[in-house]
């Protein structure tokens, strides 16, 4: 919830869910709904992930003005970090743009 804060109330933010091989390998051998107890999805890795992403998006409880970039990384992938990095340059641009009242 820290989103919500009034200090980041505009600031878009990056959801870092990290460690995505150990918690594919951690699903297989205890369901989600053990931590969570209202998931009544499937125990597979895309519906887990999305499911734990949609838990954190809905803390946000202003989506019109603030965005969350969320990103299921494992650290030492390349293709992850240019990801990042492409959000952030968006986030830097929309508020460049935002700031000089061109958005």
């Known amino acids: ?13 990056i959801l870092f869910l990290n460690k995505k091989d150990l918690f594919a390998a951690k699903i297989q051998k205890v369901p989600l709904g053990v931590c969570f107890e209202d998931y009544d999805g499937e125990d597979n890795y895309d519906d887990c992930v999305a499911y734990i992403r949609t838990q954190f998006e809905n803390k946000n409880k202003n989506p019109r ?16 970090v240019e990801k990042v990095f492409g959000d952030v340059q968006h986030i830097v641009i929309n508020t460049s743009l935002a700031r000089g009242g061109l958005i």
């Not at 919830?1 to 933010?13: D, G, H, S, V």
């Not at 003005?65 to 992850?80: G, L, M, P, R, S």
């Open 1 to 13: 919830e820290i989103c919500n804060l009034r200090w980041f109330i505009q600031t878009a933010m």
């Open 65 to 80: 003005e603030k965005q969350i970039y969320a990103h299921v990384t494992c650290a030492t992938d390349k293709t992850n």
